[in-house]
């Protein structure tokens, strides 16, 4: 049993004000970009910042670099001037020449001496480089559309008629008439945006979670995990949450935070790997609760099930080489879709514009269900490719098949595959019956024990 106090969840400051350290790792965090690449193409790196709606900063990194490697120059130089002066004082010794053995030792010691505020200042320069490439967003994929916000997304396609239902009640007023969906009950040990279910919807979320595992293990070819809930800072800076948007997570009192997607745990299984061309690409799901604080999101979807701090979701990663990546990117989204597919919701696939999607993408097709309770299409799974964001800050890397010698960084995918509370939502909203009851998709019935719908207990 975990101690109460460890799952404090709200987001701790330590002593010395920071919102978050990186003190388990020996190695110091990663930057998210190649600053080689920044120095050789600084037009095309601002283009690509200016595309997210962010005033360049290239200029700013580069004349920091400059000062970085005016000191690295230095100490190089130092290093040289005393591996040859150690050199001459044996030379000095043997030949008996006191004089030049202590002036030689004396330089020796003093060289010592400037190092460490020689390496001072570099380490200065380089730690502002990488907190300014640490908050820099992934720069887009060419081919995503431009634009400020959702209003910029494109829809790709749309699959099946949006449901028309009489009198068409929202998830939440069903389930609580069926008896089984209490956000009172969740409110008075846990606050707001809880909810328990009981009864025939706690099996039907088991069921739909049990559907969408055996789904993308057995027809596409995810391996399942049961990973860790609880995760260090470097977890959360690899995959990009740190320190961007550390208060959109729930932090421990002590060094662990509670993921907010297994996207962090299942992505983190290659950190710091070096992996071999011939296996790739790995794919890695799991079923876990996640935990979100929705520290933005006051106001909004207050009610049911759709914004919660605790949900459960069913996560696809992806590890792939990078002329792999954009397949996968497809592949995956077809996966999440599939889900949808087979239990026969409407759902539209859309590609979010520049200014819509998330930190660590470089392109993101989302996937919105319909639900005739809101008459809205609502987001159900997010699948993006993050391109080798992820894995220069995890430094994820594999070594090519045809030269051994060469090492590139991964590129990294995430989807949602799916939301397992929101594909819930659907299925009361799509299934629900006039006298109240929510019949159970064919494709769940077996793991309903047959049932053939949820009714109000008698």
């Known amino acids: 049993m975990i101690a109460g106090p460890l799952l404090k969840m709200r987001v701790e400051r330590d002593v010395r004000g920071a919102l978050w350290t990186v003190s388990a790792n020996p190695a110091k965090p990663r930057p998210m970009f190649d600053i080689k690449f920044i120095r050789e193409n600084p037009d095309a790196f601002d283009a690509g910042l200016a595309r997210r709606g962010l005033n360049p900063r290239a200029g700013e990194i580069l004349a920091l670099d400059e000062d970085a490697r005016k000191f690295t120059h230095a100490l190089n130089d130092m290093q040289e001037r ?78 099946g008629e949006p449901k028309r239902v009489n009198d068409a009640k929202e998830h939440f007023d069903l389930g609580e008439a069926l008896g089984q969906m209490d956000f009172e009950a969740a409110a008075r040990m846990s606050g707001a945006r809880f909810v328990l279910l009981k009864g025939q919807l706690a099996r039907l979320e088991r069921a739909l979670a049990s559907f969408m595992l055996d789904l993308h293990t057995g027809e596409f070819g995810y391996t399942e995990c049961a990973p860790p809930l609880l995760v260090r800072d470097e977890a959360l800076y690899g995959t990009g949450q740190l320190p961007k948007f550390a208060e959109d997570l729930f932090k421990t009192t002590g060094d662990h935070w509670l993921i907010p997607t297994a996207e962090v745990s299942l992505t ?27 520290a933005g999101s006051a106001g909004r979807d207050t009610r049911g099930m759709i914004r919660l701090h605790q949900f459960s979701k069913v996560e696809l990663v992806s590890i792939t080489a990078p002329d792999q990546s954009n397949a996968e990117h497809e592949r995956m989204t077809g996966a999440a879709e599939e889900v949808l597919r087979r239990l026969e919701l409407s759902f539209r696939t859309m590609v979010l514009s520049t200014g819509d999607m998330g930190f660590g993408a470089r392109k993101t097709y989302d996937i919105e269900v319909w639900l005739p309770g809101q008459n809205a299409y609502r ?3 997010s699948c993006s490719n993050c391109g080798d964001f992820q894995a220069r800050r995890m430094n994820a890397r594999f070594r090519a098949s045809d030269d051994r010698k060469k090492i590139n960084f991964a590129h990294t ?7 397992v509370g929101r594909t819930l939502v659907a299925v009361l909203e799509n299934y629900q019956q006039p006298d109240g009851s929510v019949a159970i998709p064919d494709v769940l019935k077996p793991y309903m024990g047959g049932a053939e719908k949820i009714e109000a207990a008698k």
């Open 268 to 294: 983190n299984i290659v950190n710091g790997d070096i992996l071999d061309a011939a296996d790739l690409p790995l794919r890695f799901t799991a079923w876990t609760p996640c935990f979100r604080s929705e």
């Open 379 to 381: 987001e159900i799974s």
């Open 82 to 159: 005393r591996n040859a002066s150690s050199k001459l004082i044996g030379q000095a010794k043997a030949k008996g020449d006191e004089v030049e053995f202590n002036r030689l030792r004396e330089e020796v010691e003093r060289i010592k001496e400037q190092m460490p505020a020689a390496e001072a200042e570099q380490r200065k320069f380089q730690d502002k480089i990488r907190d300014i490439l640490s908050s820099i967003p992934n720069i887009p994929a060419d081919d995503v559309p431009e634009g400020e916000d959702e209003t910029a997304n494109e829809v790709i396609r749309t699959v």
């Open 413 to 419: 995918l995430n989807g949602s595959g799916l939301a």
